[in-house]
């Protein structure tokens, strides 16, 4: 009898979490996570899931506990794990862009600079990280674990903090400014380097992997297919964005053809008068699920 094969895989727990399922979903898994189990159900009997903080996740992998996982870039440096980083997995969903970490003080504080924060107090959730970035600059300060509404412990509690700033309006709230970029970071896709070396489990990683960024690839883009006239055909193509790459198809009617492409979506209400404008009849635009380059 075989041996049954199965990869470990860890789901982020938190702000990510409705996020993954989504991305999930839409590369062709049943994902289901219930609010009281930390083992989601998935509909691939060679997978066995997760859920964990993001803070944690690489730590597992790093350990060979979790074979693969998604967290952020920021944890993975946070927690200095040793784990082979595979995919960028940024995507135009929440929680699934660019995150940036800052160091912030209060407006009015004596300090513009890391280098006026020697001999100071930083408040962090990212403690490991922070301390990384005060050696990168020379700078010796006393940094501190925040659990918490780190925004409000300037100048109290703290002369300044380096917490993670989407939109800027809780700094802006809190009267802080910024005074850099300490990170921006990404979801990442790691795994663990003898899930790697293990061949069954490396190409089950690397069909799951195709297959998520095939989800990603196809997030912004629709296919478009509509008939057109031989005689206006030159006409429709040049009104195709230049990545554009048609597929031309013989009608019934020798003087026709069917064409269709895959574009971006943010162009379909520019193109679709024009397209018609030029000739195009029976335009449809369709949603896609997965784009495998």
């Known amino acids: 009898m075989n041996k049954k094969h199965t990869l470990r895989l860890g789901i982020p727990k938190g702000s990510l979490q409705d996020t993954t399922q989504k991305l ?5 898994f049943d994902l289901r996570i219930s609010g009281r189990s930390y083992y989601p159900d998935i509909d691939d009997a060679e997978i066995e899931c997760i859920l964990i903080r993001p803070q944690e996740m690489a730590r597992y992998v790093g350990q060979g506990i979790i074979d693969c996982a998604i967290t952020g870039l920021d944890w993975i440096l946070e927690t200095g794990a040793d784990v082979a980083e595979l995919a960028d997995l940024r995507a135009p969903w929440p929680n699934y862009g660019v995150v940036r970490w800052v160091m912030a003080a209060k407006e009015d504080a004596p300090f513009n600079s890391v280098k006026d924060l020697h001999g100071k107090r930083i408040a962090t959730e990212a403690v490991g990280m922070t301390r990384h970035f005060l050696e990168q600059h020379g700078v010796n300060a006393e940094v501190e674990f925040s659990w918490g509404a780190t925004e409000v412990k300037p100048p109290i509690l703290a002369d300044a903090i380096v917490d993670v700033s ?15 970029v300490v990170l921006e970071s990404t979801p990442r896709f790691i795994a663990n380097h003898a899930a790697l070396a293990d061949a069954w489990k490396h190409a089950k990683i690397d069909r799951l992997l195709m297959l998520l960024k095939g989800a990603i690839a196809a997030a912004t883009r629709v296919l478009l297919s509509m008939n057109v006239p031989r005689e206006n055909l ?6 195709l964005p230049a990545l554009a790459t048609p597929t031309l198809s013989t009608l019934v009617d020798p003087d026709w053809v069917e064409l269709s492409t895959v574009v971006e979506e943010k162009y379909v209400r520019e193109l679709f008068p024009q397209l018609y404008q030029a000739g195009a009849r029976g335009i449809i635009e369709l949603p896609i699920n997965k784009i495998v380059e």
Do not use: P
Request: glycine share 8%.
């Open 166 to 180: 989407e939109t800027g309006s809780s700094l802006r709230a809190n009267n802080l400014k910024v005074l850099h």
């Open 234 to 239: 030159d006409d429709v193509l040049r009104l």
């Open 24 to 28: 999930f979903v839409r590369a062709g």
